[in-house]
């Protein structure tokens, strides 16, 4: 393995609770939630009615300025704005960088169907008997009418990466990852590695998503994965208390570039913190549940500490995968219980999800985020709404209020529907 070391040195994010970093990490260490009624759509027949809605976002400053992002959706838009944070963050400028040199690993997930002319389709469709049946034949017949290649074309995943690569002029090596709820930890694994191996001297990571649609909300409402708490919207994220129900749906983006050690010393880039680990392993079990001995997480876990040389002894906190489940929170529980042994009680563990709701592809780059900023810091960002502990669950949640505490090394964990297991190891940058 190549002693290369990885650092980050700019960092952008789009959330429920702010459209940049500074007004989403302002509110995550008040406390605050983000989490509402669903106005994107008339949500009133559904078991589920309320997510995490990015709020204020300027779409129209984008659009004047790219006028070919008119078709683009949501999370691509997330992801840009996002992007723009960190590459200036990063002192980035163009030119400044070698573009050969600079890639892009991402986890971009998709945004939905295009609804409008769906419905337009269907509604030509109907049986001529009356009956509430689709004619096969009508719609298919009649889609092209509707349709718009472009909008199609969009609301596939790889082409956020598309946009980001044209708009930073990134010219190294590219990819897209969709793990669930994995997939922007992937993405950062990912481009840390590319960069060890020395195929890049500098990435663009992270992940967008945005699931707050009809089809989106009604498949995890279906798998009874969401909270039903929709009369007290801002409570309805509760992890690892006793009443938790179900995860909240949300959406945003967070975006870090990373690079390699020397070639951010040479252009005198601020440097938020060094990526030491990174571990992936997969299940291989059902579809939305973890190993019932969690043996994944435990070996993902495991991998990045031995990457970065750790113990249970050096962590100092953990961003919990922490989705508000109960089934993800009593195992997520028992993973870190077996894999920091003794050590599992003295370490804060906190799920900042609590705030933001799940913001499925994009939530592992936001959380990366908040373990770099609680380092810079020396604050951790507390679970909120935990106000009934359970009695199975028993670690250091840091309940309800941010704990002013020095932090040099941090774990992140996210563990995706399907199986797949991240964990990423940040350390505090020291000068040497």
Not at 278 to 283: F, I, N, R
Not at 374 to 384: F, H, K
Request: one cysteine or more; aromatic letters at 8%; glycine letters at 10%.
């Amino acid at each position: 393995m190549s002693n290369r070391r990885i650092v980050i040195t700019g960092i952008g994010a789009v959330t429920p609770l702010g459209n940049n970093v500074r007004d989403t990490w302002l509110r995550v260490t008040q406390g605050k939630s983000g989490i509402g009624p669903i106005t994107l759509f008339d949500a009133s027949t559904f078991s589920t009615r309320i997510a995490g809605e990015v709020k204020g976002f300027n779409f129209e400053r984008w659009l004047e300025r790219n006028p070919p992002l008119a078709s683009a959706t949501r999370s691509t838009f997330f992801a840009l704005h996002a992007a723009a944070e960190a590459y200036k963050d990063a002192m980035l400028k163009p030119f400044s960088v070698d573009s050969r040199r600079f890639g892009l690993y991402f986890g971009a997930g998709d945004s939905g169907i295009d609804f409008d002319p769906f419905i337009k389709t269907l509604m030509v469709s109907f049986s001529e008997n009356g009956a509430c049946l689709v004619d096969k034949g009508k719609y298919v017949h009649h889609s092209p009418e509707h349709m718009s290649a472009l909008r199609e074309l969009e609301s596939q995943p790889f082409m956020t990466a598309t946009h980001l690569t044209r708009l930073f002029d990134l010219r190294g090596p590219v990819s897209n990852c969709l793990t669930a709820c994995a997939a922007s930890s992937q993405a950062i694994g990912e481009a840390y590695e590319w960069i060890k191996r020395g195929d890049a001297d500098v990435m663009m990571t992270g992940g967008s998503h945005s699931m707050i649609y009809p089809l989106g909300v009604a498949g995890f409402s279906l798998l009874t994965a969401l909270s039903t708490r929709n009369e007290a919207p801002e409570k309805a994220s509760r992890p690892f208390d006793k009443k938790r129900d179900g995860f909240v749906i949300s959406e945003g983006a967070g975006v870090l570039i990373i690079e390699e050690l020397e070639h951010a010393r040479r252009r005198k880039a601020p440097i938020y913190g060094e990526l030491v680990g990174y571990g992936s392993t997969a299940d291989s079990y059902r579809l939305t549940d973890m190993d019932p001995e969690g043996r994944g997480a435990c070996e993902a876990m495991r991998i990045a500490m031995a990457k970065a040389g750790i113990g249970p002894e050096n962590i100092d906190y953990i961003n919990a995968h922490g989705t508000s489940t109960g089934v993800n929170d009593s195992l997520e529980t028992r993973v870190i219980k077996k894999v920091m042994g003794e050590y599992a009680p003295r370490i804060p563990v906190s799920s900042t999800k609590s705030m933001l709701g799940h913001m499925i592809a994009a939530a592992g780059g936001v959380e990366a985020i908040f373990c770099l900023l609680a380092m810079r810091d020396s604050v951790i960002p507390p679970t909120i709404n935990y106000e009934e502990p359970d009695p199975e669950l028993d670690l250091d949640y840091v309940p309800n209020k941010a704990r002013p505490t020095a932090v040099h090394v941090a774990l992140s964990n996210s563990f995706g529907f399907g199986g797949q297991n991240i964990c990423l190891a940040l350390r505090k940058y020291c000068h040497e």
